[in-house]
């Protein structure tokens, strides 16, 4: 069973830049599909940004395509979401999931959840 723990979260202004990581512990990295999905208050959990097992299938959702980069390395075990251009409407909190079947967009497959991490936007 893999552990999950992000950081790199915080208080930024729009525009800004900030770099999320996931590191995995307790499985074998490279045998599990990771996503991104957020949570903002009083709103359901959406989906970011996803990548297969290999970094071959890369899925984006349409409000951060162009701006957010998901990349992973199944050597440091970790998993990155490099976040530009950001908005206030991205605030949230943001959570790394883990899924050893199907990679996808949808929340079902991702059985193993980190605790989240903050990211709030200041216009």
């Known amino acids: 069973q893999v552990q999950l723990v992000e950081s790199g979260g915080g208080l930024v202004q729009a525009g800004d830049s900030l770099r999320l990581s996931c590191a995995a512990s307790?499985?074998?990295?490279?045998?599990?599909?990771m996503c991104w999905f957020r949570q903002a208050p009083g709103k359901d959990r959406e989906f970011v940004a996803a990548?297969?097992?290999?970094?071959?299938?890369?899925k984006y959702a349409d409000s951060v395509k162009g701006r957010f980069t998901i990349s992973r390395d199944n050597v440091k075990n970790t998993v990155y979401l490099q976040m530009s251009s950001l908005k206030p409407e991205d605030t949230a909190v943001y959570y790394c999931?883990?899924?050893?079947?199907?990679?996808?967009?949808?929340?079902?497959?991702?059985?193993?959840w980190g605790q989240g991490t903050q990211v709030t936007v200041s216009s």
């Open positions: 307790g499985g074998t990295f490279s045998r599990y599909g």
């Open positions: 999931a883990a899924s050893n079947t199907v990679v996808s967009s949808t929340i079902r497959p991702y059985r193993y």
């Open positions: 990548i297969s097992q290999n970094g071959a299938w890369i």
